[in-house]
C-alpha cells in the first residue's frame, strides 16, 4: 500500500468526499518531474472520471483521470500549517505534504532541521552555517526539545536529559546516503555531549574523546563523488557518564571497514586521507626518511584523479591528526611508527609485477619501492620478492612451492596492503579504546551510531549488501519504536484504540541471516575448495527463487540476484563475494611482517589464539589470514567476513535495544553538493528508504494531531456557542464543541489531558472556523457598510441644508447691501453740501477777521509808542530828582558827625583823669584777687583733664611697647636682609664678571656683523636675480591659494570626518585593549581553574578512591594545593635562620633599592599651592578649635579633681566624650560646613532632650520620695546629707555650733558647685582667656568689639568674685580649725585657761556671740554670692541671647556660602554624580551619627538607671540606718570613677595617632583570617563602608614606616590569595562576592589616593597628604588588585547570570501581561512531553526577574559599591537578558509573530522604566537592550515591498541573518495574517548587503561577552587617624600606632 491511496481508504467515507472534494479545494497532482505538483479543484467531484483542475504553478489548466475512487489526489493543508517545524503537526500527513514542507523549510527558511515525530531530518546545505558555535550549545542545554527550534543540540540535550533523570543508556541512531552529513552530525552530538558533560569546561576526558574525531576522519573518511568526507566505515562511540553526569570516559566500536578502497578509487574519488596529508607533509623534516612523493605519483593515491579537496588543507590537517595523537597519549615514537606504515602502503603499491616465463611472475631488481617498502616495515628485501610471486603448498609429506601468475601476484600484492592497511586502523582504534578508558565507574551511557545509510549503485556488491542488510535490522529497530511510542501515548492517555498494522520487514531479515540463508549459503560456499559465486548464486536460485517473496532473479543474468529491502528493490552482482567473504592473505607474507626488526609491525601481525576474541569490543571486518589448507587444518576454523559482522550487527542490535534510541536522518537535497539545492526525486527516494514515511504512515494510521484542552479552546472557542462554553471546566466546553462540528465520533478522541484527532480533522476544523470568522466578518461588514451609507445619507442633508442657509443668506445680505447703499449716498451727499457751504462761510469769516486784526493792530501799535514815550520821560525826572536830594542829605549827616566826635573825645579825657586816681587805692586790689582766685580754679580743672590725657599717654606707651616688640622683629628680619644682601654683593659681583663676557662677545659680534655686511651685499645680487622668479612664484602661489581656498572648503569636513573616525578608532583601540586584558585576566582564572582540574584528575587517578568534591562544588585537592601555594613567601620567612630575617634598617634585607628622596622645601611649597584651601581648611580649623575646647576644658576638670572638688559637671556638659567623637568624625567625613552646623543642632537638640528626660525623671523620683518621706535632689547633696547625718550619729558634739559650721560649710560647696557650674557652660560656648580659641559660634561672638569690652569686665568681676570666694574660703578653714583646736572640750579650755573651773569658759556668753558673728559673715558672703549670681545669670542670659542671634546670622551665612560651594561644585559634575555624592554622603553622616546617638542614649539610660536604683537603695538603707555602710560603698565608687576617668583621660589626652595599625610577622595569618576568610556580610553592613581595606591599608603603612619590604610583600601577596580563596570557597554567596568587591575597589583606590601621585591627590587633605606612603611604589600591586577586582567582577557576574538565566525566556518572551492578546498558536509537538514534565518547576515571571534585579541593587548599595560600577554591573546584567532573549526568539518559531512581538516590546518597557526608576538609565544598560527591542519591533511591522528601506533603517542593530532569520521564522497566527514573501526576504538581502559593507554574518550573539570593566578613581574624604577597629572583627593583635 502506498501512500498515495492512504488518506481515502482510512478516513473518507463516500458520503464524505463530497463534501471535501468541491470547488476551490486544494490538491496535490503526481508529476514526473518534480514528484507532485500543487493544483486547484475547478469543479465538485461526484464520481466522475476526469475532473478539471488548475495548476498552481503556471495556471495552466488541465483534465485530470482518476481511475479510481480509492485513489483520489491528496488535499494540502492551510496555510497556516506549512512551514511546521514537526511533520506529524500536519492535518494531512501525505508523502507530498511532507516534501513539500521540508522545502519550504529548506529553501525560503533556510532551516536544514524538521522534526517528524521522534526523528530528526537534517538536510545537507552543502555550506557552513554558523549555528553550531557553543553559544547555541548554551542555548540548547537544559531546554526543553518542544519550545526550541529543531536542531540536533536539541536531540542531543533530550538524550542527556532523559539519561540524567532516569539514569537509562541512550542511543542517537545517525544514518543517510553518503554524502548527507552523518559523520559531521556525529560529531557536533559528542561535542554537545563534553561542552555539557564537562559542566561547560573542557577537561582533558572531553578533550579526547573530541581528539578522536580528527584521527578517524584521517584513516576512515575519503572523497566520494557524493561527499568530499565520506565515512567509509561504521562506528558507535559509548560516552560514559558517572553519577554527576559527567564523561568519564568512552568507547568505539567499527563495523566494517571498506578495504578494497585503499588499492582502488573510482573517477573523481580519493582514498584515505592519510595518504595525502603524508604527501602533503613530504617536506618536513622528520618525514625525509619516507621518501614520500606527489599523491600522482603513487598508484593507490592516482586512480580517482582528484588528488585535492576545494578548501582543505591536508598539511594541516595532518598537524590536528598529529596533536590528536599527542592528546591521546600516543607516544610521537609510535606516531612516527604508524606514519612509517602508512607511507610504506604507499610505495607496497609502486611495486611493479611483471610476468616471467611460463605462469609465473617476478619483480625487478632495481625497483626503489620495493626497497624502501621492505626498509619501513624492517623486514627483508629478499624473502619479500620471493613470496610476493610465490606460494607454499603443505601436502601430506611434503611442502611444495608453486609460483603465481601476475594476475594471482597483483591479487596477492593489494590483498597484502589492504590487511596492512587493516591492521594498523584496528591498532589505532584500540588504542584510543585504551586512551578513552576510564578506571572510574561508569554508570549509564550514550550511544552514538555514525553508520552508512541505505546504498544503491548501477554495480552493487558485498559491500553493499552488508550495508543493506545492517540497515534493514535498524529499520526493524526503528518501526518497533515508533510503534512502541504511538500506543504508549494512547495508553497514557487512556483513550480507545485499535492496533496499528505497520510494514515487518522480519522475512527479508530472515533472507539474509536465518538458516540456509543467503549468508549462511555465502559462508558454505567460501568453505569449498573449488568454490565459486556462480556456484553461490545458483545455490540461492534453488533454495529462495519463487520461496521468499522478497527474492527474485534478474531475467538476464546468472550471476546477479535482486532482494525487496523495505527502501527498494536492489540487484547484487555476485562477482567477488567470496574472496570479499574470505578476505585471503598469503600465510607467506604475514610471516615475514611478523619478523620485522620493528616492534609495532610484528605486533600487528602476531596470531591471536585468544579463545573469546569474539568478545572484544572491536567490531572490525578484517581477519586473520587463511590459507588453503586441507579441511580439520587450522584455518578451516576462520571466522568469514559476512560471519563476523553478522555478530557484531547482533550485539549491536542488543546494545540499541537496551537504550533509549533518537534517530537523526541525514537527507543529501542533491547529487551535486551545490548549496540549497533541492531535488525533490533525490529528496523522495530518502525519504522512503531512511523510513521518515512510515514514521508518517505510523502516525497518520492512529490520531496523529493532539491539542490539548486550553489550546482547543483558544483557537476553537468561536465555534461554540455561549450556551455551550463552561470556563470552570474546559473539557466538558471541547465536548460541547466537537460533538456538534464532527458528527462522526471515530474522528476524535478525548484524552485525560488532550484531544486527538484523525488525519484531516484539523484541516476541517480550521475550514470551519474560517467560516465562521468569514460570516462574522460579513456581517460586520454590514453593518458597518450601514452605517457607512446612513452617515452618508445624513451628510447629505445637512449639505443640501447648509446650501439652502447660506444661499438665502446671500440673497438677504445682497438686499441688505442695497439699502446701506443707498443710506450711505444719501448721507454722503448730505455731508458734501454741509461741507461745501461750510467751507465758503470759512473762507469769508476768515478774510474777514485777517482784515480786522490788520487794523486793530496799527492803531495799537500806534498807541504803544505814545504811552512809551512818556514813561521814559517820567523815568528820566524821577532818577534827577533822587540825585539831588540824597547830594544834600549826605552833606547834612557829614556835618553832625563831627560833632559828635569832638564832643566824646572831650568826655574821654575826664573819665581817664579819674580812673588813675582811683586805682591807688586798697579796695581795688581786693578786686583783682577774687579774680585770680577764679582763675587757679580753672587751671586746676586744665591739670586734671592733662592727667587724664596723661593716662591715654600711657596706653599709648603700651601700644608703642608693643611696636617695638615689632620693630625688634623687623630689626631680625633687618639682619636677614643684610646677610641676603651680602648675596646681593656677591650677585652684583657675577653681574660684573658677565658684563665682561657681554663686552667680549659684542666685540666678535662687532666682527661678525662686518661679515655678515659682506654677506648682504652678495646676497643682494642674489636677490635681485631671484626677484624675477618670484614673481613668477608670486602669480603661481595666487593661483596655488585659489585652488587652496576652494579645497579648505571641502577638506575641512573631510578632515573633521577623518579626525573624528580617528578618535573612534582610537577610543575602539583602547576598548579593545582594555577588553583583551580583562580577557587575559580571565583567561587566566579559567587556566588557573584548568589546572586546578588537571590537579583533581591527577588526585583521581592516584587515590583508590576517585575524585571527592566539597559541597561547594569546588575541588578540595584544588583548596589543597592553592593553601598550600598561598603563601610560599612565609613558609620561607620561618625556615630563614635569625641573621636572614630583616632586624630593621641596618640588616643585609633591608630594601636594595633606594628609598624615595625627602622633600625638599621647593617642593613642599609646589605641593602646598596646589592644595586646596578653602572648605577643607575650614573644617580643619574649626576640628582643631574643638579639639583645643575639648582638651581645655579636660584639663580645668582634672584641675577641679586634683584640688579635691567632685566632678559634678559631666552629665550636664553640652557635648560628652562620645558625642565630641561622633561630631569629630563628622568633622573629618564632612563635605561643607553646612553638615557641622547640622550636626550642631542636632547635639544641642540631643542635649536639651536629655536635660528634659532628666527633669522628668528628677520630678518622678521627688514624687517618689516625696511619697517615702524623704526629698534627695542631688547625689551630692544626698551624699552630704549622709556625712553630716553620720557625724551626728558618730561624734555628738556638745554644742550646737559644730552643726550650724557643718551647715555652713555644706552651703559654701554648694555655692562652689554652682559657680563651676556657670564657668563650665561659659567656657563651653566661649573662651575667655588670650591665647584660647572659640568654638565656630563663639569665634564670631568674640569678633565685635563692643562684646569684648563687656568680656573684659565679666571678666574682672568674675576674677574678683573668685577671689572673694578664696579669702572667704581661707577664713572657713582657719575658724574650722580653730574650732576644731579649741573646742575639742570645755573642760581642755577651762583647765588651760580658767584652772580647770568648767564655768568660767561660757560665763558672757562668749561662743554665742562669736557664732553669732560668724554666721552674720556668712550670710552677708551669702548674700553677696547670691547677688553676684544673679548678675552672672542675668549677664550669661544676655550673652546667650546674643550668641544665638550670631548663631542664625553665622548659619545663614553659611547657608549662603554653601549654596555658592555647591553651585560651582555642581557646575563641574554631571546629574548623576551630584546625586550618587549626595547619598553616599548622607548615607555616611547618617550611620555615623545613628551610632553615636544610639551610644550615648544607651549611656544615659544606664546611667539613669543606676542613679534610680541607687537613689532607692539608699532611701531604704537610711530609713533602716544603714548609714556607714553607705558611706563606704560612695567612697568606693568615687574611687574607682576617678581610676576610670584618668584612663579615659590620658586616652583622648594623650595619643595623637597616625593612621596605622602594627602587627606581629606571626599574626599575618589571623589578620588574614579573621579581616577575610571568617568576615560575614551581616557584620560588615553595620560597620564603615570599605573598613577592612582601610584596616589592610592602614597595616600596609606599618610597613612603610618601618621599611620593611618582606613584610609589605607577604602581606600584600596572602592578601591576594585569601580574597581569590574566600571568593572561590563562597561563590555561590552573592553578598560575600560584592563585599569583596567593594573592598577590593576601595583598597585600591585608597592604594592610589594615599601613592604621593600628584594624580592621585587634588582631592586629599593636608592630613590625607601625610598619610601618604614614603618609601614603597606599589604601583605593580595597583595593576593586581585591578585585576583581582576584575575577576570578582566576572564571579559575580557569572552567578548572576546563572541565577536569571531560567528568568529570561519566561520573563520577556513567555509573559503575556497584555489582556486579551494570545500569541501562542498550539505547536504540535508529539512525543516529548514525557521527557520534560517537571513539576516541581516553580512559575518564573517577569516580576520574579524584577525582583532579583532588586535584590542585586540592593545589595550593591547596601556594600557601597562604587556608582560607576553597579551601572557597568546592570550593563552587563541587561546584554546578558537581552543576548539571551535574542537568540531564543531566533530559535523558536512560535515566537515570531505579531501578537508576541507586541508582547515582548511591552515586557522590555518594564524593564527599561526599572532603569530610570533606579537612575541607572545613563548606563548603557538600555542601549544593550536595542537588538531585542527590534526585533519585537521588526516581529510588529509591515512588511510590505514600500517597507524595505524602513525595516533596514530600524534594525541598525540586528546583522542580516538576524532579521533574515526572523522573516523566515514568522508565522502568523491566524489565517488573515500573511506570510512573509521570499521575494521580501530577498530585497532585504539586498538592500542590507548595500548598506552593510563590513558585514557581520552572525547568527546568534555572544552571552558569554563582557565588556571591558573600569574602576574610576574614587577617592574616600575620611582619614586614616579617625578609623578605628571594632571589638566585632576579633582584631585585638592590632595596635594603633
Known amino acids: 500500500m502506498t501512500s498515495a491511496d492512504l488518506y481515502v481508504q482510512t478516513f473518507l467515507k463516500e458520503s464524505e468526499i463530497g463534501q471535501v472534494y468541491v470547488k476551490g479545494a486544494r490538491i496535490w497532482v503526481p508529476d514526473a518531474e518534480n514528484v507532485w505538483l500543487g493544483a486547484e479543484l475547478l469543479e465538485n467531484y461526484t464520481g466522475q472520471k476526469k475532473i478539471k483542475i488548475q495548476l498552481e504553478d503556471n495556471g495552466e489548466e488541465r483534465e485530470f483521470e482518476i481511475k479510481d475512487k480509492k485513489r483520489l489526489p491528496h488535499l494540502r493543508n492551510p496555510e497556516i500549517l506549512i512551514g511546521e517545524n514537526d511533520l506529524t503537526s500536519l492535518s494531512y500527513l501525505n508523502e507530498p505534504e511532507v516534501l513539500y514542507n521540508l522545502k519550504v523549510r529548506f529553501l525560503e527558511s533556510n532551516c536544514i532541521y524538521t522534526y517528524c515525530g521522534i526523528v530528526l531530518v537534517a538536510i545537507n546545505p552543502y555550506e557552513q552555517l554558523p549555528i553550531y558555535g557553543n553559544e547555541l550549545i548554551q542555548m540548547y542545554s537544559g531546554q526543553d526539545m518542544g519550545t526550541m527550534d529543531p536542531h540536533i543540540f536539541a536531540v542531543a540535550e533530550e538524550a542527556f536529559k532523559l539519561m540524567s533523570r532516569f539514569d537509562k543508556n541512550q542511543s542517537i541512531i545517525v544514518s543517510g546516503e553518503s554524502g548527507a552529513g552523518k559523520t559531521v552530525s556525529a560529531k557536533y552530538a559528542m561535542r554537545y555531549f563534553a561542552m555539557v558533560g564537562g559542566s561547560q569546561k573542557e577537561t582533558q576526558v572531553e578533550q579526547k574523546v573530541l581528539a578522536s574525531n580528527p584521527i578517524m576522519e584521517a584513516i576512515g573518511n575519503a572523497k566520494t563523488t557524493r561527499n568530499d568526507n565520506s565515512s567509509r566505515f561504521g562506528k558507535y562511540i559509548e560516552i560514559s557518564f558517572n553519577k554527576n553526569n559527567e564523561i568519564i570516559g568512552a568507547h568505539m566500536r567499527t563495523y566494517l571497514l571498506e578495504k578494497s578502497r585503499v588499492v582502488y578509487q573510482a573517477a573523481e574519488e580519493r582514498n584515505y586521507h592519510i595518504f595525502y596529508q603524508l604527501c602533503a607533509s613530504k617536506d618536513l623534516p622528520e618525514f625525509k626518511k619516507y621518501c614520500l612523493l606527489s599523491p600522482d605519483d603513487f598508484y593507490y593515491t592516482s586512480h580517482g584523479q582528484a588528488p585535492e579537496i576545494d578548501g582543505v588543507d591536508d598539511g594541516e590537517d595532518l598537524v590536528s591528526v598529529r596533536e590528536a595523537f599527542t592528546m591521546l597519549g600516543i607516544s610521537e615514537k609510535d606516531q612516527m611508527m604508524i606514519f612509517q606504515i602508512q607511507s610504506a602502503v604507499l610505495h607496497f603499491g609502486n611495486v611493479k609485477i611483471r610476468e616471467a616465463d ?27 620478492r620471493m613470496w610476493l610471486c610465490n606460494k607454499k603448498i603443505v601436502t601430506v609429506g611434503e611442502v611444495l612451492t608453486k609460483p603465481l601468475t601476475l594476475t594471482q601476484a597483483s591479487f596477492a600484492q593489494d590483498a597484502l596492503a589492504k590487511h596492512i592497511y587493516a591492521q594498523i586502523f584496528d591498532w589505532i582504534v584500540e588504542k584510543i579504546n585504551k586512551a578513552l578508558q576510564s578506571g572510574a565507574k561508569s554508570t549509564k551511557f550514550i550511544g552514538v551510531l555514525d553508520i552508512y545509510g541505505f546504498e544503491t549503485f548501477e554495480i552493487n556488491s558485498f559491500e553493499q549488501f552488508c550495508i543493506n542488510y545492517a540497515n534493514e535490522k535498524l529499520q526493524q529497530i526503528f518501526n518497533m519504536h515508533v510503534f512502541k511510542l504511538e500506543q504508549e501515548e494512547y495508553v497514557r492517555e487512556a483513550i480507545e484504540w485499535s492496533f496499528i498494522d505497520f510494514y515487518d520487514n522480519q522475512p527479508c531479515i530472515d533472507l539474509i541471516e536465518s538458516k540456509l540463508g543467503i549468508l549462511d549459503l555465502l559462508d558454505e560456499e567460501c568453505k569449498m575448495p573449488k568454490g565459486s559465486d556462480e556456484n553461490w548464486c545458483q545455490k540461492l536460485y534453488d533454495k529462495h527463487l519463487g520461496k521468499a517473496k522478497h527474492f527474485e532473479k534478474p531475467r538476464m543474468s546468472r550471476s546477479a540476484f535482486i532482494i525487496n529491502h523495505f527502501a527498494d528493490r536492489v540487484e547484487y552482482q555476485a562477482d567477488g563475494f567470496l574472496e570479499k567473504n574470505r578476505d585471503t592473505v598469503l600465510e607467506e607474507n604475514i610471516n615475514i611482517l611478523r619478523a620485522s626488526e620493528f616492534e609495532l609491525v610484528a605486533e600487528l601481525f602476531e596470531e591471536k589464539v585468544d579463545p573469546n576474541e569474539k568478545k572484544s569490543r572491536a567490531g572490525s571486518a578484517t581477519t586473520h589470514p587463511l590459507r588453503q589448507a586441507p579441511k580439520g587444518g587450522r584455518g578451516s576454523n576462520k571466522k568469514t567476513v559476512g560471519s563476523q559482522f553478522r555478530e557484531s550487527l547482533h550485539k549491536l542490535m542488543e546494545t540499541l535495544n537496551a537504550t533509549t534510541p533518537h534517530y537523526i536522518r541525514c537527507i543529501k537535497p542533491n547529487d ?59 473539557r466538558k466546553t471541547c465536548e460541547n464543541v466537537l460533538t456538534k462540528v464532527i458528527q462522526d465520533p471515530d474522528k476524535y478522541r478525548f484524552g485525560k489531558t488532550k484531544i486527538f484527532f484523525r488525519a484531516g480533522q484539523v484541516a476541517y476544523l480550521e475550514k470551519l472556523r474560517s467560516d465562521k470568522l468569514k460570516a462574522c466578518g460579513i456581517m460586520i461588514q454590514k453593518h458597518v457598510k450601514g452605517w457607512l451609507a446612513r452617515r452618508r445619507y445624513q451628510r447629505i442633508i445637512k449639505s443640501i441644508t447648509l446650501l439652502q442657509k447660506y444661499g438665502r443668506g446671500l440673497l438677504a445680505r445682497r438686499h441688505a447691501k442695497f439699502l446701506r447703499e443707498t443710506f450711505a449716498a444719501t448721507r454722503i451727499q448730505k455731508h458734501w453740501k454741509g461741507y461745501k457751504a461750510r467751507s465758503h462761510y470759512i473762507k469769508v469769516r476768515k478774510a474777514t477777521v485777517i482784515i480786522q486784526s490788520a487794523i486793530r493792530g496799527f492803531f495799537g501799535r500806534i498807541l504803544f509808542k505814545k504811552e512809551l514815550h512818556e514813561h521814559r520821560a517820567i523815568t528820566i525826572q524821577k532818577l534827577v530828582r533822587s540825585w539831588l536830594a540824597r547830594k544834600r542829605y549826605k552833606r547834612v549827616m557829614r556835618g553832625i558827625v563831627l560833632l559828635q566826635s569832638h564832643f566824646r573825645r572831650r568826655r574821654a579825657k575826664k573819665e581817664l583823669k579819674q580812673l588813675k586816681i582811683e586805682a591807688k587805692s586798697v579796695e581795688h586790689i581786693k578786686n583783682v584777687n577774687k579774680g585770680l582766685e577764679n582763675k587757679i580754679i580753672q587751671l586746676q580743672q586744665k591739670l586734671d583733664a592733662k592727667n587724664k590725657e596723661g593716662m591715654t599717654i600711657k596706653e599709648q606707651e603700651v601700644y608703642i611697647k608693643q611696636l617695638k616688640t615689632e620693630m625688634e622683629k623687623l630689626r631680625s628680619s633687618s639682619e636677614e636682609a643684610k646677610k641676603s644682601s651680602n648675596k646681593i654683593t656677591d650677585l652684583i659681583q657675577q653681574i660684573k664678571d658677565l658684563q665682561e663676557e657681554l663686552s667680549k662677545e659684542r666685540e666678535e659680534k662687532q666682527v661678525l656683523i662686518s661679515e655678515k655686511e659682506e654677506l648682504v651685499k652678495e646676497h643682494t645680487q642674489v636677490l635681485s636675480k631671484m626677484a624675477e622668479e618670484k614673481c613668477k612664484l608670486k602669480e603661481e602661489l595666487e593661483e596655488a591659494n585659489l585652488k587652496l581656498q576652494q579645497q579648505e572648503t571641502s577638506t575641512d569636513d573631510v578632515l573633521k570626518r577623518k579626525l573624528e573616525e580617528a578618535t573612534q578608532q582610537l577610543q575602539a583601540e583602547f576598548d579593545s585593549e582594555r577588553g583583551h586584558h580583562q580577557r587575559l585576566v580571565k583567561e587566566h582564572a579559567r587556566l588557573q581553574q584548568r589546572f586546578e582540574n588537571l590537579q583533581s584528575e591527577m588526585q583521581m587517578v592516584t587515590s583508590p578512591h576517585g575524585h571527592k568534591r566539597t559541597p561547594s562544588d569546588i575541588s578540595a585537592i584544588s583548596l589543597e594545593s592553592y593553601t598550600s601555594s598561598a603563601s610560599p613567601d612565609e613558609v620561607k620567612y620561618e625556615e630563614e635562620g635569625p641573621e636572614d630575617k630583616d632586624q630593621g634598617y641596618g640588616t643585609k634585607k633591608k ?39 575639648k582638651t581645655k576644658l579636660e584639663e580645668r576638670l582634672r584641675q577641679y579633681e586634683d584640688e579635691g572638688h567632685p566632678q559634678t559637671g559631666n552629665s550636664d556638659a553640652v557635648i560628652s566624650n562620645s558625642a565630641f567623637d561622633a561630631l569629630k568624625q563628622q568633622l573629618v567625613n564632612a563635605d561643607d560646613v553646612q553638615l557641622v552646623i547640622k550636626l550642631q543642632k542636632r547635639v544641642a537638640e540631643l542635649e536639651m532632650t536629655k536635660s528634659k528626660l532628666a527633669d522628668e525623671l528628677d520630678e518622678r523620683d521627688d514624687e517618689d520620695e516625696e511619697k517615702s518621706g524623704f526629698k534627695i535632689t542631688t547625689p551630692e547633696y544626698a551624699y552630704n546629707n549622709l556625712k553630716r547625718m553620720n557625724g551626728h550619729v558618730d561624734k555628738e558634739p556638745p554644742y550646737d555650733n559644730k552643726e550650724e559650721m557643718q551647715e555652713l560649710q555644706n552651703e559654701n560647696d554648694k555655692l562652689k558647685r554652682e559657680v563651676n557650674k556657670l564657668m563650665k557652660s561659659i567656657s563651653e560656648n566661649v573662651s575667655f582667656e588670650k591665647g584660647g580659641t572659640n568654638s565656630p559660634a563663639g569665634k564670631e561672638f568674640m569678633d565685635a568689639k563692643k562684646i569684648e569690652d563687656q568680656v573684659k569686665v565679666f571678666r574682672d568681676q568674675f576674677t574678683a568674685m573668685a577671689d572673694e570666694l578664696d579669702r572667704r574660703r581661707e577664713e572657713c578653714l582657719q575658724l574650722r580649725a580653730m574650732l576644731a583646736e579649741k573646742s575639742i572640750t570645755t573642760h581642755a579650755i577651762a583647765k588651760e585657761s580658767y584652772g580647770g573651773n568648767d564655768d568660767l569658759v561660757n560665763e558672757d556668753n562668749e561662743l554665742a556671740l562669736a557664732y553669732r558673728t560668724q554666721k552674720e559673715l556668712n550670710r552677708l558672703l551669702e548674700n553677696q554670692l547670691q547677688k553676684t549670681e544673679k548678675d552672672i545669670k542675668k549677664k550669661e542670659e544676655k550673652l546667650k541671647r546674643e550668641i544665638k542671634e550670631l548663631k542664625t546670622e553665622n548659619e545663614a551665612a553659611q547657608k549662603i556660602i554653601n549654596q555658592f560651594n555647591s553651585i560651582t561644585r555642581n557646575l563641574q559634575l554631571g546629574p548623576e554624580a551630584k546625586i550618587e555624592a549626595t547619598m553616599q554622603h548622607e548615607i555616611t553622616r547618617l550611620t555615623s551619627e545613628n551610632l553615636d546617638l544610639r551610644e550615648k542614649a544607651d549611656k544615659q539610660a544606664d546611667q539613669i538607671r543606676k542613679m534610680k536604683k541607687m537613689l532607692k537603695v539608699y532611701a531604704k538603707k537610711l530609713k533602716d540606718g544603714d548609714v556607714a555602710e553607705i558611706e563606704a560603698e560612695l567612697e568606693k565608687d568615687d574611687k574607682q570613677k576617678k581610676t576610670e576617668d584618668n584612663v579615659a583621660t590620658v586616652k583622648h589626652l594623650d595619643r595623637t595617632y597616625m593612621g596605622m595599625l602594627e602587627y606581629k610577622k606571626e599574626d599575618e595569618g589571623r589578620l588574614i583570617k579573621c579581616l577575610i576568610m571568617d568576615l560575614k556580610p551581616k557584620v560588615a553592613q553595620g560597620l564603615l563602608p570599605g573598613l577592612p581595606a582601610y584596616i589592610l591599608f592602614m597595616c600596609v603603612r606599618h610597613t612603610d614606616y618601618i621599611n620593611d619590604d618582606e613584610k609589605v610583600r607577604t602581606l600584600l601577596t596572602n592578601t591576594i590569595n585569601g580574597i581569590k580563596k574566600c571568593v572561590k570557597k563562597h561563590n555561590k554567596e552573592l553578598e560575600r562576592v560584592i563585599l569583596w568587591l567593594a573592598n577590593t575597589c576601595r583598597l585600591l583606590h585608597t592604594l592610589k589616593q594615599y601613592s604621593g601621585e600628584k594624580t592621585f591627590q587634588s582631592e586629599n587633605t593636608s592630613r590625607q597628604n601625610e598619610h601618604c606612603l614614603r618609601n614603597f611604589d606599589l604601583s605593580e600591586y595597583r595593576q593586581v588588585f585591578s585585576d583581582l577586582a576584575v575577576w570578582i567582577f566576572q564571579t559575580m557576574i557569572k552567578y548572576m547570570e546563572e541565577v536569571i538565566q531560567p528568568m529570561v525566556v519566561p520573563a520577556v518572551l513567555e509573559h503575556e501581561a497584555i489582556a486579551g492578546l494570545s500569541a501562542s498558536k498550539p505547536s504540535g509537538m508529539r512525543g516529548r512531553s514525557s521527557s520534560t514534565q517537571d513539576e516541581d518547576v516553580r512559575e518564573l515571571s517577569l516580576d520574579t526577574l524584577m525582583k532579583s534585579l532588586n535584590k542585586y541593587n540592593q545589595v550593591l548599595s547596601q556594600h557601597a559599591v562604587d556608582p560607576e560600577l553597579v551601572k557597568q554591573v546592570f550593563r552587563q546584567l541587561y546584554y546578558y537578558i537581552g543576548s539571551n532573549a535574542l537568540n531564543n526568539l531566533l530559535l523558536r518559531k512560535d515566537m515570531c509573530n505579531w501578537s508576541k512581538g507586541m508582547q515582548i516590546r511591552y515586557n522590555l518597557s518594564h524593564l527599561e522604566q526599572w532603569l530610570r526608576d533606579n537612575k541607572l538609565n545613563e548606563s548603557g544598560a538600555q542601549s544593550t537592550l536595542e537588538p531585542i527591542t527590534q526585533a519585537s519591533q521588526l516581529l510588529q511591522a509591515r512588511k510590505s515591498e ?71 578613581f574614587n577617592p574616600s574624604s575620611l582619614t586614616l587617624d579617625s578609623i578605628d577597629v571594632p571589638e566585632a572583627l576579633h582584631l585585638d593583635f592590632l595596635t594603633r600606632v
Not at 706 to 722: I, K, M, N
Request: proline fraction near 6%; hydrophobic fraction near 35%; charge should be neutral.
Open 1842 to 1912: 514600500a517597507d524595505v528601506d524602513s525595516i533596514c533603517e530600524m534594525c541598525s542593530k540586528l546583522t542580516t541573518a538576524q532579521i533574515v532569520k526572523i522573516l523566515n521564522l514568522y508565522t502568523p497566527v491566524d489565517e488573515f495574517e500573511e506570510r512573509v514573501p521570499i521575494s521580501f526576504i530577498r530585497k532585504i538581502q539586498e538592500r542590507l548587503k548595500s548598506t552593510k559593507k563590513e558585514e557581520d554574518n552572525t547568527l546568534l550573539i555572544d552571552t558569554k561577552y563582557s565588556f571591558p570593566v573600569t574602576f574610576p
Open 1151 to 1189: 630594601k636594595k633599592a633606594p628609598a624615595p628622596p625627602v622633600p625638599t622645601a621647593s617642593a613642599m611649597e609646589k605641593e602646598m599651592k596646589d592644595v586646596d584651601v578653602g572648605l577643607i581648611l575650614r573644617l580643619q580649623n574649626k576640628m582643631k578649635e574643638i579639639e583645643q575646647q
Open 358 to 384: 611460463g605462469e609465473s611472475s617476478e619483480i625487478k631488481k632495481d625497483d626503489k619501492h620495493l626497497t624502501i617498502m621492505c626498509k619501513l616495515l624492517g623486514i627483508e628485501e629478499s624473502q619479500m
Open 672 to 730: 551535486t553538493k551545490e548549496a540549497f539545492i533541492f531535488e525533490p526525486k533525490r529528496a523522495v527516494e530518502q525519504l522512503r528508504a531512511c523510513g521518515v514515511l512510515e514514521t508518517i504512515r505510523i502516525s497518520a494510521a492512529g490520531y496523529p494531531s493532539r491539542w490539548t484542552y486550553p489550546e482547543f479552546f483558544q483557537r476553537y472557542r468561536v465555534l461554540a456557542g455561549s450556551k455551550d462554553i463552561n470556563r470552570s471546566d474546559q
